[in-house]
Each structure stands twice: as C-alpha cells, then as structure tokens.
C-alpha cells in the first residue's frame, strides 16, 4: 500500500491533480444544481406572473 500512495515518487504531484480533479468536478455539479435551481423559481414566478392576468377581451 505505500509503494501505491508514494505513486513511485510522483505523489506529491499525483495526489494534488487527484485532488484539483475533483474540486472542479463537485464545483461543476454544484454550479449546475445552483443554476437549475434558479431557473425553477424563475419559471415559477413567471407562471404566478401569467395566472393573475387578466385575459384580454377582443371586440
């Protein structure tokens, strides 16, 4: 197991990408599930908006 962590010397590059990889990887998601999130309530209260509407009456 430590011939593996100690990644045949390259460990203290390895594990740092390791780790940078998945920093943008979860920031990438939470960014995605923060912008769909701010659709929805968008989409929402335009939907409210065009329920309290009056229709118009054409002559």
């Not at 390895?14 to 989409?43: K, S």
């Not at 908006?49 to 009056?54: A, H, I, N, V």
């Amino acid at each position: 197991m430590d011939k593996f962590l100690a990644m045949g010397g390259f460990a203290q590059y390895v594990w740092p990408a390791y780790a940078a990889f998945f920093v943008i990887l979860a920031g990438d998601v939470l960014a995605t599930v923060v912008r769909r999130r701010r659709v929805l309530r968008e989409l929402r209260g335009r939907l409210a908006r065009q329920g309290t509407r009056r229709p118009r009456v054409s002559a």
